[in-house]
T-cell receptor, first 112, second 114 residues
Framework: DQQVKQNSPSLSVQEGRISILNCDYT??????FLWYKKYPAEGPTFLIS?????DKNEDGRFTVFLNKSAKHLSLHIVPSQPGDSAVYFC???????????FGKGITLSVRP | ETGVTQTPRHLVMGMTNKKSLKCEQH?????MYWYKQSAKKPLELMFV???????ENNSVPSRFSPECPNSSHLFLHLHTLQPEDSALYLC?????????????FGPGTRLTVL
């Protein structure tokens, strides 16, 4: 049973617009959440993270929002750029030395 | 060379072959990981090493045998694999095994078992 779900396999947005990537989780013990980005033929690279004590974390064009009551987090990219086209993985962990549990990923395409 | 490197990038093997995947990190990290990514599935953690000691074995079949001779190198020895083992195998490293330690991934080895 998947504990981290990225239900939409793909998303297409126009350059300059906002991209919103969603992630849901089922394990209430998860307390740390991350987003990774992956280009073809490359390994995933860390993008942004958020601890469960926060509900928002911002880094440049990237903002992650966490709604603990809904067990939902989202990644906002504003403005979207063609170079953002990649697969985005949501991941979560429970505890300081816990392994990461990943979602299946969402393929984002940003149209010029 | 910097970061995390993996060789080979692509591997095709028969079910009776024995092969090894290699991972090397140049980041001075203490922890290394093997992940498996099958088509349309999430990344699955296979093994975790911390300071050359295996600290996690995620119920992986014995036909996958990891080896960590030092903190910079990690191997995954493969023998008598099955076609369903075909996947992308990713290596990662991090400073230590704390969840907040960012994991840096290599480009992966695309494995096909015939």
């Amino acid at each position: 049973d998947q504990q981290v779900k990225q239900n939409s396999p793909s998303l297409s947005v126009q350059e300059g617009r906002i991209s919103i990537l969603n992630c849901d989780y089922t394990n209430s013990m998860f307390d740390y959440f991350l987003w990774y980005k992956k280009y073809p033929a490359e390994g995933p690279t860390f993008l942004i993270s958020i601890s469960s004590i926060k509900d928002k974390n911002e880094d440049g064009r990237f903002t992650v929002f966490l709604n603990k009551s809904a067990k939902h987090l989202s990644l906002h990219i504003v403005p979207s750029q063609p170079g953002d086209s990649a697969v985005y993985f949501c991941a979560a962990s429970a505890g300081a030395n816990s392994k990461l549990t990943f979602g299946k990923g969402i393929t984002l395409s940003v149209r010029p | 060379e910097t970061g995390v490197t993996q060789t080979p990038r692509h591997l095709v093997m028969g079910m009776t072959n024995k092969k090894s995947l290699k991972c090397e990190q140049h980041l001075g990290h203490n922890a290394m990981y093997w992940y498996k990514q099958s088509a349309k599935k999430p990344l699955e953690l296979m093994f975790v090493y911390s300071l050359e000691e295996r600290v996690e074995n995620n119920s992986v079949p014995s036909r996958f045998s990891p080896e960590c001779p030092n903190s910079s190198h990690l191997f995954l020895h493969l023998h008598t694999l099955q076609p369903e083992d075909s996947a992308l195998y990713l290596c990662a490293s991090s400073q230590d095994t704390l969840t907040t330690d960012t994991q840096y991934f290599g480009p992966g080895t695309r494995l096909t078992v015939l």
